[in-house]
């Protein structure tokens, strides 16, 4: 058996990296071989790092998604199974539908229900699609009329178990993209701000990530004199409480694995309640509500002079480990229901295909990257580059680009 996963960039940081690293390694257990498709240019270099980091991909071939779109390019099939990861890329499936008729097509949706666009292109073309809650189900259901759906959390397979952290400390740490509309990390900086304006200047706050908000991070910072109280990119701190202020998440991997290593967790329930709905029971999590700057602030302190329990930490890591536990027969399970559907196919024109190559081009950027674009996708691979010229030159150029 075959299975395909097909994804926006597998290579760089973050939830839905994490998640395709995790399916790839599970399937490359239970099916002969694997292909992953990548949208983004990548070349041998970067796939040898990447089965060096992650042993689970040795089965792995990799193969770009413009492949799919030439004349003499990458084969659509066969494969048994098929995942889409990002849902700008649903348009895919009607490709790998008319290729694969009888394959189960699973769209993944990973982007927060509130960012999504209203029209789902490919929808009708998958078999199914995995949430991660059931208010996710109930939602995307009523907005997209769509009801082949199934509850799944997204692996968590990568997770590493530590020792309690149990010591006291004033230490906090965000780890996330530098995506501002949805991380909403300026919040944790309001909260650090706070605390400084009211004399709490022992607190520190430890911001690791990358993305073009970076350099509003910092002008908040320095506009607000908070250099002795924020580090960014900087070594963590052995002890420290996890601070999540995200609006959105369809998990919340950062958290899950900073229970994982012992730390306790602050975070925000989520614009939508997805992220309380996912860790509700796992006593480690202690929550904020973004009523208050002052009332949450008041909870940052709290929690620096709370001090993780033996059975606080044994219930949080029985909790995450019934999250993590027998992913692919859960996932066998809950799609059976979804096999040897009947879709209505019709040939695909050279013309059909441009159009969904360039419905999915209108939301990713060109598939054919011209030069300054992969000059910039290599440079940002690099932090050197972001040292020499600064976070202004990148933004610019990020404008240009897309």
């Not at 982007?111 to 929808?123: E, M, Q, V």
Request: overall charge neutral; glycine content about 6%; hydrophobic content about 35%.
């Amino acid at each position: 058996m075959r299975a395909a996963v097909i994804g926006y960039n597998i290579f760089a940081v973050g939830g839905t990296t994490q998640s395709n690293l995790n399916l790839l390694t599970t399937l490359n257990q239970h099916y002969a071989s694997t292909v992953y498709f990548n949208y983004l240019p990548f070349n041998a270099t970067d796939t040898h790092q990447l089965k060096r980091r992650h042993h689970g991909l040795a089965k792995t071939q990799f193969a770009l998604i413009k492949g799919l779109f030439e004349q003499e390019g990458q084969s659509a099939g066969p494969y048994d199974v098929i995942w889409i990861t990002r849902e700008d890329l649903f348009p895919l499936s009607t490709i790998f539908r008319n290729a694969n008729p009888q394959a189960l097509i699973v769209g993944e949706v990973h982007t927060p229900l509130a960012l999504l666009d209203d029209d789902l292109p490919g929808l009708n073309d998958l078999s199914c699609v995995r949430v991660a809650t059931p208010s996710i189900k109930e939602a995307f259901e009523e907005r997209y009329n769509f009801k082949r759906i199934y509850v799944q959390t997204v692996g968590l397979d990568h997770l590493k178990w530590g020792k309690i952290d149990d010591q006291l400390s004033p230490n906090f740490v965000v780890q996330s993209r530098f995506f501002e509309k949805q991380k909403d990390i300026m919040y944790s900086l309001r909260l650090i701000n706070d605390l400084k304006q009211h004399g709490k200047t022992n607190f520190h706050l430890y911001i690791q990530g990358t993305g073009a908000d970076e350099f509003d991070y910092r002008s908040y910072i320095d506009g607000n004199h908070l250099r002795s109280m924020v580090s960014i990119n900087r070594p963590l701190p052995r002890h420290y409480t996890y601070l999540s202020t995200s609006k959105f998440e369809t998990l919340g991997y950062s958290i899950a694995e900073t229970v994982a290593q012992g730390h306790q967790v602050l975070a925000y329930l989520g614009d939508d309640d997805v992220i309380y709905e996912n860790f509700k029971d796992v006593p480690m999590v202690h929550w904020i509500e973004k009523h208050s700057l002052a009332e949450d602030a008041d909870k940052m302190i709290a929690i620096s002079q709370h001090a993780v329990t033996t059975d606080e930490f044994e219930q949080s890591q029985a909790a995450l480990k019934t999250m993590a536990a027998d992913y692919y027969s859960r996932f066998i399970d809950r799609t059976h229901q979804f096999e040897d559907l009947e879709f209505n196919l019709q040939p695909l024109t050279d013309k059909d295909k441009l159009q969904i190559q360039q419905t999915i081009e209108n939301k990713l950027g060109p598939l054919n990257p011209g030069l300054t674009r992969r000059i910039y996708y290599r440079m940002i691979k690099a932090p050197i580059f972001k040292k020499i010229f600064g976070l202004r030159f990148f933004q610019r150029v990020k404008k240009k680009v897309k």
